[in-house]
């Protein structure tokens, strides 16, 4: 009654998002010492390490905000 269906070979989904300035969720163990140190500064304490990060590792980007940028206003 029916034709067998034909087998599609499924696509791979893209590893990375074509979004300029995209975050990746990542998972990372670091000291208690430094997590405490950014997040008493309150929110933002995420972009906060990210920006740190950024400045260590020598890239910058149209993205990037300064520490005395990042108050609650701007916690996403």
Do not use: Y
């Amino acid at each position: 009654m029916f034709k067998p269906a034909a087998p599609k070979a499924p696509t791979p989904a893209d590893k990375r998002p074509n979004v300029p300035g995209a975050k990746e969720l990542v998972s990372l163990r670091i000291d208690r010492s430094v997590l405490d140190h950014f997040q008493s500064g309150g929110p933002g304490w995420q972009d906060r390490i990210n920006n740190a990060l950024r400045q260590a590792a020598g890239v910058g980007g149209d993205d990037a905000v300064t520490p005395d940028e990042l108050n609650s206003s701007n916690d996403g």
